[in-house]
């Protein structure tokens, strides 16, 4: 371990602070127990034979990490803007670079186990065609529509297709491993029973509706001034429909274009963030 952190010392330059945030360096720490001691014969050697540092190396193969997103110039949390849960990585075992699951759970801002950012190449060799988590060697991979969400060794050149997950412009994780259309889809949060009182659940892969459902504004209600919309989602809008049986429920039908077919309002806010919608028929 103390051999590791010389060698990160004497020859990763800048790049040695992101070592020593490692927990097997912690012992380390200015102020801890440890001590690497000095470097001063290294030092030598590496004028003596002018040895390029890190930085130098990096630069010389930037196609291959810039390309495979191994050096992101950012990370993110992925948020689910229903639940208010974030995905996370569970680990199979304390320590694991690879394997484990995703779960929606409690958003932590400081947990290094919900951020994410692109990674692996795209078929003309540029980042990025699927999504990493940082720090560790697991990417985002689903393989069959309905099927939960896994965590794959990142195949950094692109040749999963189960790992072909981009986060679109509208903020949707979307599957792309095909052309047909069993191989398209969005990962969504699993749905679990309005009892369950579990705090970590998983996400699977859905298509058709789940994927597309976004919200467009109308112009203010004329009568009260208050904001309106509508519920669309591949062409169809969201509209309520008498049952004689069930009663009234809610469907995606045809949009129509005059009336309040279709157009909701917010009736109430709840303290938790949610709200209640009601149609304007």
Request: aromatic content about 10%; proline content about 4%; charged content about 25%.
């Amino acid at each position: 371990r103390r051999n590791r952190l010389r060698a990160s010392q004497a020859w990763l330059g800048q790049w040695v602070e992101k070592v020593r945030t490692f927990p097997e360096f912690e012992d380390f720490a200015e102020g801890g127990p440890l001590s690497i001691g000095s470097l001063a014969n290294v030092e030598q050697y590496r004028q003596k034979l002018q040895c390029k540092d890190f930085h130098w190396y990096l630069c010389r193969f930037r196609n291959l990490y810039e390309g495979t997103g191994q050096l992101p110039g950012s990370v993110f949390n992925l948020r689910d803007s229903r639940s208010k849960l974030c995905l996370r990585h569970e680990q199979a075992r304390s320590g694991d670079s690879e394997g484990g699951r995703f779960v929606m759970s409690p958003c932590n801002r400081e947990s290094e186990l919900q951020r994410f950012h692109g990674a692996n190449a795209n078929p003309v060799g540029h980042c990025c065609s699927g999504i990493k988590l940082w720090d560790f060697g697991v990417c985002l991979a689903a393989y069959q529509l309905g099927v939960g969400l896994s965590a794959d060794r990142c195949e950094i050149f692109g040749d999963a297709p189960a790992q072909r997950i981009q986060l679109s412009g509208d903020g949707l994780l979307e599957w792309h491993a095909g052309e047909s259309q069993e191989e398209q889809g969005c990962i969504v949060p699993a749905e679990v029973p309005p009892s369950s009182k579990l705090r970590a659940f998983g996400a699977v892969l859905k298509q058709d509706k789940a994927c597309s459902a976004k919200v467009e504004r109308k112009q203010a209600d004329g009568v009260t001034g208050e904001s309106v919309f509508r519920v669309v989602a591949k062409g169809l809008c969201l509209s309520a429909t008498m049952q004689a049986e069930a009663g009234d429920q809610l469907k995606f039908r045809t949009c129509a274009e005059n009336g309040e077919d279709g157009i909701f309002r917010i009736s109430r806010q709840f303290p938790n963030g949610y709200f209640q919608v009601q149609t304007l028929g």
